[in-house]
């Protein structure tokens, strides 16, 4: 089973829901619920939203499985293209990212489960959440080593200036 490209974050009192993989292919808006006021948008203060977060998002869009289908292939590469990497970065990007839908993959069918029965879940719920957060960090570290200093710099700046724009928080804003 493939992970639906977004990601559930509750944080900091917001609840999250983002399809990156659409907006960055697209200009769109993605409707909310009108329940969950906005808290932060990216667009307008792409600076309250932490770092992590982006690029988490945008990793989680553009990791593909081990062997991924020629489809795959070009998504990735045409999501990746614009931060304008070496081939040698874009290469060792995407060797960074092995495993790592897997990883995601295993880690959301086991929340799916769970959720199922929400009652005896909320433990095992919040190790899960732990660890898919481990499975970004440690993404993010292997891609930023891998990558040369201008890649460093280059992904940097594609995660603050593009990323981060496309990126809204809804929740209540308490906690």
């Known amino acids: 089973m493939t992970t639906p490209r977004f990601l559930g974050v509750a944080g900091l009192g917001a609840l999250l829901a983002f399809d990156i993989s659409a907006a960055l292919c697209q200009d769109q808006h993605v409707s909310h619920s009108p329940a969950l006021p906005l808290v932060v948008n990216g667009a307008d203060d792409p600076e309250r939203i932490p770092d992590h977060l982006a690029y988490a998002h945008f990793l989680m869009a553009i990791a593909e499985p081990e062997i991924p289908s020629a489809l795959q292939v070009e ?35 086991e929340i799916q489960r769970l959720s199922l029965a929400p009652e005896t879940a909320s433990p095992r719920l919040t190790d899960l959440r732990v660890q898919r957060t481990g499975v970004f960090d440690e993404a993010t570290s292997r891609v930023l080593a891998s990558l040369s200093p201008d890649g460093r710099r280059r992904f940097a700046i594609y995660i603050k200036a593009e990323v981060k724009r496309r990126i809204s928080i809804y929740g209540d804003g308490a906690r």
């Open 75 to 109: 998504r990735r590469h045409a999501m990746i293209a614009p931060i304008g990497l070496s081939d040698r970065d874009e290469g060792m990007l995407i060797v960074a990212l092995k495993g790592t839908r897997e990883a995601l993959d295993a880690i959301t069918e």
